[in-house]
Every structure is written in structure tokens, then in C-alpha cells.
């Protein structure tokens, strides 16, 4: 128990100082994609910059607007960091060891449960702007999970189990990659689309929602919210590099292939938020119920058939 507490614990450590440099890199990044510097004066070529805003965001003033309910306004940011973080158990972690082959069943339920805490942020501010914010999210969220769902459930058939490491060493010979190249692509618009991130980043329409859901917090509020964030985005790219490049744990050292592969994913949200305008919220609705969900379905019912065959 003691053990698996500890691991926990590094694990947590581990991916807040990864969103705080991950930060740091989409900035840089984005502004070369813009012919720009990027942040450049704290310290040498701008490094530190993570932990300047870090330092100048949880030492600003606790704003409280006067219509809010308190304390599950206060409390939801930090729900939303704690969901994400418990994410984190899942990567070579001695709990996820105890559990069997239920780590991916861990990882839906609570994926799941993250929508609550944007739906909590959004209701109790008592704003409109927020509120909207909150329910174009929810909507968002809850329809890509549907083929976030299908989609880890056409890579666990498959491997016939629903354990993360056992989906990994799976992947020895051949990654299923070159087998579910399709579905590796519905899989990252899904993931980018449940991370709400640019450019289906509905939830933050600055034309018509100001800045969405998040609109009535600042400072430690604000910052959390976007630590929760921005760990999901990480997570889902360990996930990417779990489920459908697996084998890269026996490509030289396993650390250092792992951190390259999650490096390229990680970075390649950036490049799709510097390269294109936000998408239209019903054409996004569309793409999921009347493209990729009947493609799902029919990827998935010829995978079974197949695997009923050769069985």
C-alpha cells in the first residue's frame, strides 16, 4: 500500500512539472509558427517562464464575485485537476499492477467524470457566458467519448484484455498502429475534441462567450483549471503512444523512446491549434454522429467478424 502510494505521488509531481514546461513549449512553438520569439526575458532564452507565471497567478488576490455560490465555485477547479491527475496512476504505476486488467476500465470511468466539474464551473458562477460555456463542453465532451469508447474498445479486442501494460507488450512484433491506422486518426480528433482544445475549443469562444466556462475565475482558479487541462492533453498523448505505438517500450532505452514518441504527439496539438481556425459547432456535432460513429461501428464489426473467424 505504501508502495503504491509513493509511486502515486511521483507520478503527480512528475505531470505538473510536465504541464508547467509543456506550457513553456506551446508558447515557444507557437510563436515560430507565428515568425516570433515567444517568451524569451526570465532567465536564459525565456526557461523559467512557467514558474514566473506560476509565482505571479497563486499570489494574486482570491476574487470572489458577488452572484457565485462560494465554495463548489472554489472547489470545482481543484475537482477537475484531481481527475486529472488520478489519470496519471495509469502510466507504470505498482496500483495499476493491483488492479489487474481494469486499468482502461479505470481511464473511462474517470474520463468520464470530468465533464462534471466543467458543468459545475460553468453553473455555479452564475453567468450566462459561463453557463454556455459549460453546456456547449458537456455536449462536446459527452458525444467524443462515445467514440473515444469504440475506438479503445476496437484496439482491447484485439489484445483481448483491458489492461494498459498488457496492450503494450502486445505490441512487441507489430504496433497496432498498422493495423488500426484509421482509427488512429478518429482516435486523435476525438482526443483533441474531448481536450477541447483549438481548434474545437467551442467552449472558449472569445466572440460570443468571452472566454467560456472559466470566464468569472483569475488567478489560482484560473490557473488550476488550465493545469487540468493541459494534463489531459498529456495523458491522452501517453495514451496515444500506449495503445497504438506500444512497442516503442523495446526500442532502445524505454524511457527515452517513450518521452520522444509522447514529445511528437504532445507537439502536434500545438501544430493543429497554429495551423487552423476554429471549426463550426453543429459541423463538429456532425462529424461525430454522422462520420466517425458509423465508421466506428463498421471498423468494429469487421474487426469482431474477423477475430470470430480466425478463431
Not at 110 to 128: C, D, E, I, R
Not at 223 to 248: K, P
Request: charge should be neutral; aromatic fraction near 18%.
Amino acid at each position: 500500500m505504501l508502495v503504491e502510494l509513493l509511486s502515486s505521488v511521483v507520478s503527480f509531481i512528475c505531470a505538473l512539472l510536465a504541464v508547467a514546461f509543456f506550457t513553456l513549449l506551446e508558447r515557444k512553438g507557437l510563436g515560430y509558427f507565428q515568425l516570433r520569439k515567444g517568451p524569451n526575458k526570465v532567465g536564459l532564452m525565456g526557461l523559467p517562464q512557467p514558474l514566473a507565471d506560476a509565482v505571479k497567478l497563486f499570489s494574486k488576490e482570491l476574487v470572489k464575485p458577488t452572484l457565485v455560490n462560494v465554495f463548489p465555485f472554489l472547489i470545482c477547479p481543484f475537482i477537475s485537476l484531481f481527475l486529472g491527475l488520478v489519470l496519471w496512476i495509469l502510466y507504470n504505476n505498482y496500483f495499476v499492477c493491483s488492479m489487474g486488467g481494469l486499468s482502461m476500465m479505470l481511464f473511462l470511468c474517470v474520463s468520464s467524470l470530468g465533464v462534471y466539474s466543467v458543468m459545475g464551473a460553468g453553473w455555479f458562477s452564475n453567468s450566462k457566458y459561463a453557463l454556455l460555456g459549460s453546456v456547449r463542453a458537456v455536449a462536446q465532451s459527452i458525444s467524443y467519448e462515445v467514440s473515444m469508447s469504440l475506438i479503445l474498445l476496437s484496439c482491447l479486442l484485439l489484445v483481448g484484455s483491458m489492461s494498459l501494460s498488457v496492450v503494450m507488450k502486445y505490441q512487441v512484433f507489430v504496433w497496432i498502429f498498422f493495423v488500426n491506422f484509421f482509427m488512429l486518426l478518429m482516435w486523435f480528433v476525438s482526443c483533441v475534441a474531448e481536450t477541447h482544445r483549438a481548434p474545437f475549443d467551442f467552449a472558449e469562444g472569445e466572440t460570443e462567450l468571452v472566454s467560456g466556462f472559466n470566464v468569472e475565475y483569475g488567478g489560482v482558479g484560473f490557473a488550476v483549471l488550465f493545469m487540468a487541462e493541459y494534463s489531459n492533453i498529456l495523458f491522452m498523448s501517453v495514451l496515444v503512444v500506449s495503445l497504438f505505438f506500444g512497442g516503442v517500450i523495446f526500442v532502445g532505452l524505454y524511457g527515452m523512446g517513450l518521452c520522444i514518441f509522447v514529445s511528437g504527439v504532445a507537439f502536434l496539438f500545438i501544430w493543429v491549434r497554429a495551423s487552423y481556425p476554429r471549426y463550426r459547432y453543429d459541423l463538429l456535432m456532425y462529424l461525430i454522429w454522422k462520420s466517425y460513429l458509423p465508421s466506428v461501428l463498421n471498423i468494429l464489426i469487421f474487426l469482431v467478424v474477423c477475430l470470430y473467424l480466425l478463431n
